[in-house]
């Protein structure tokens, strides 16, 4: 029986391996994957929420390019290495962009950059309060790739950590509609009779609501933030889960295996676990990649809204919506960017999703 299951797992593997869109799809779950985990060491804000604002530098197209003065704060840093590999550091220095600066008797005169063509103010400020008296490597050029937001954050940075909500919402949903979905499809479908009529009337009135009214309903009554997104979209998505494992119970306990296995004297719970769930599970690998990508879509709808992660926490659907206004102004980009970054990661899931379901069809 082992040696069946690693041979079938081997073909699935093999047939996977031959779908070039499904490998395609998996690297690029990995890859953002990865980029959400570390993201606070790829990015070149590495502030909490990369939040330092620069007023007059908003708005920069990619590429832009400032010399920034870096001021020493008497902030101390007093987080932990692993907390600013997952969290970010806390601003332990004031940035300044400057398009000009001079050393007069131990003064540092700088001119604020201005944009326009506009001629800033000059101002100064004393060498002594950099380390040494070494100003020098405190004035950086400073390279915006994707530019600059309406608050002068450095786009790129908040786009890489925007992933990380975007990425573990759908991993967060989905393993609470799986649990929930699971265990009340198990129930309806296997037990039949009046458990099957309950819980099919409970599955029917949360159907009949909107799926975004609900995901406000409950994440109103469990308030604005982060883990409350989180678990009101999981809440609203075990019902498609629990239909689907409700249907193929009812056909797949009705074989000669099951019947087996009741004969041999197993629990229920060993025959639903052991024996039902691991026959059923190709068209639950699609409903979660599907779910995955519908997750991802009603918390950016929900960031759209207010609803979502709130300020200034970096989220791609909350980017739109702070830039949705510029692309009748001229610069679509800050608008396009947090778009396409979604639609590559939910298209990656329906395309996995797919994938999996093929290589694990046993009838082909």
């Not at 031959?18 to 953002?32: H, L, P, Y």
Request: net charge positive; aromatic share 12%; with cysteine.
């Amino acid at each position: 029986m082992s040696k069946s299951n690693n041979s079938l797992s081997r073909l699935a593997l093999q047939k996977f391996k031959k779908n070039v869109w499904g490998v395609f799809s998996f690297w690029i779950i990995v890859i953002i994957g990865l980029v959400s985990i570390f993201a606070y060491v790829l990015v070149p804000d590495d502030s909490k929420n990369a939040n330092q604002m620069h007023l007059s530098i908003h708005s920069k197209p990619p590429g832009f390019k400032v010399r920034m003065l870096e001021v020493p704060n008497e902030i101390i840093d007093e987080d932990s290495f692993m907390s600013k590999i997952f969290f970010g550091r806390n601003n332990t220095t004031t940035e300044i962009p400057i398009s000009d600066f001079k050393v007069e008797n131990e003064i540092l005169i700088y001119t604020e950059y201005t944009s326009d063509g506009l001629i800033g103010q000059e101002k100064s400020i004393d060498i002594g309060v950099f380390p040494n008296g070494k100003y020098e490597s405190y004035i950086k050029e400073r390279r915006f790739v994707f530019g600059t937001d309406k608050y002068g954050r450095d786009y790129l940075s908040r786009i890489l950590i925007g992933a990380r909500i975007s990425f573990f919402i759908g991993f967060v949903a989905v393993f609470i509609s799986l649990l929930v979905g699971l265990f009340m499809g198990s129930l309806a479908g296997y037990y039949g009779g009046k458990v099957d009529a309950f819980i099919m009337w409970i599955i029917n009135i949360t159907w009949s609501i909107p799926t975004l009214l609900l995901v406000i309903a409950i994440t109103l009554a469990l308030g604005k933030g982060f883990w409350q997104v989180f678990i009101a979209v999981g809440l609203t998505m075990w019902v498609e889960v629990a239909r689907v494992v409700r249907g193929q119970i009812i056909g797949a306990k009705q074989l000669q295996y099951v019947t087996a296995a009741r004969a041999l004297g197993f629990t229920d719970f060993r025959i639903i676990t052991k024996h039902i769930l691991p026959n059923i599970m190709a068209p639950l690998i699609v409903i979660s990649a599907a779910n995955f990508a519908a997750a991802i879509l009603i918390e950016s709808g929900l960031s759209f809204l207010g609803i979502g992660a709130q300020p200034p926490m970096a989220s791609w659907g909350a980017m739109i919506k702070d830039h949705y206004n510029y692309i009748v102004l001229g610069k679509p980009y800050l608008a396009l960017i947090p778009g396409i970054c979604i639609m590559i990661l939910v298209m990656a899931f329906m395309l996995i999703g797919n994938a999996l379901r093929d290589a694990l069809d046993v009838k082909t």
